[in-house]
């Protein structure tokens, strides 16, 4: 069965020093990867996707994911943290099962952006 | 153009008791979808609807969760009648295809159930 591991719960970081969100998933076909951002009180937000294609793939506030097929990972990075990062991010796999597609969320990392 | 639509946001019930969840999706979205989301926990897919039919519902508690979307537009998660262990936040999401493997999901704010 598909699954997606997030191996931090939590991450505590000062502002502006860079952060990664580790993010590992299990599949044998071809997959599609998903970060989505939560803000408090808030629903999911798309952050980025993977379909295809190169294998970096960047968001409109700085973030970055690579796709790395050896070693099933999609680890989320960002150079310098604003206190606004401050939210849960959720890793994300599109899996084909039964006929038709579904996401598989990992369990999420709280990223805490201290001053 | 608008997001999707839930309410209430927040709803506080004792065990036992009956609940419903309404959403609206984004204006033409065909694919619909309920998730659990339990504290600490990443969302988990309940049902899913391509227009008003039902794609997948496996995940879905049937002896106590009912989910409807009769025209094809909004749609309505029941809970009846609920335990301590359905406290979550449940998020609606829309998509436009019809489950295409690349399409985006869009998210709704949640519901946030208390059960007492």
């Known amino acids: 069965a598909q699954s997606v591991t997030q191996l931090d719960s939590q991450v505590p970081v000062f502002e502006e020093a860079p952060v990664e969100l580790r993010c590992n998933y299990s599949s044998s076909v071809s997959v599609y990867l998903f970060w989505y951002v939560q803000y408090p009180n808030q629903g999911l937000q798309l952050l980025l996707k993977?379909?295809?294609?190169?294998?970096l793939v960047e968001s409109i506030n700085g973030f970055e994911a690579e796709f790395n097929k050896s070693q099933t990972s999609f680890h989320l990075r960002k150079p310098s943290v604003h206190i606004s990062d401050t939210a849960e991010y959720f890793c994300?796999?599109?899996?084909?099962?039964?006929?038709?597609?579904?996401?598989?969320f990992g369990a999420g990392t709280r990223l805490a952006v201290h001053p | 153009e608008a997001g999707v639509a839930q309410s209430p946001r927040y709803k506080i019930i004792e065990k036992r008791q009956s609940v419903a969840f309404w959403c609206n999706p984004i204006s033409g979205h065909a694919t619909l979808y309920w998730y659990q989301q339990i504290l600490g926990q990443g969302p988990k897919l309940l049902i899913q609807?391509?227009?008003?039919?039902?794609?997948?519902d496996s995940q879905l508690p049937k002896d106590r969760f009912s989910a409807e979307r009769l025209k094809g537009v909004d749609s309505t998660l029941k809970i009846q009648p609920a335990k301590l262990e359905d406290s979550a936040v449940y998020l609606c999401?829309?998509?436009?295809?019809?489950?295409?493997?690349?399409?985006?999901?869009?998210f709704g704010p949640g519901t946030r159930l208390t059960v007492l």
């Open positions: 993977y379909l295809s294609g190169s294998t």
């Open positions: 999401a829309s998509s436009s295809r019809l489950a295409g493997a690349t399409d985006t999901q869009y």
């Open positions: 609807f391509q227009n008003n039919g039902v794609v997948d």
């Open positions: 994300a796999v599109k899996v084909f099962s039964g006929g038709y597609n579904k996401l598989i």
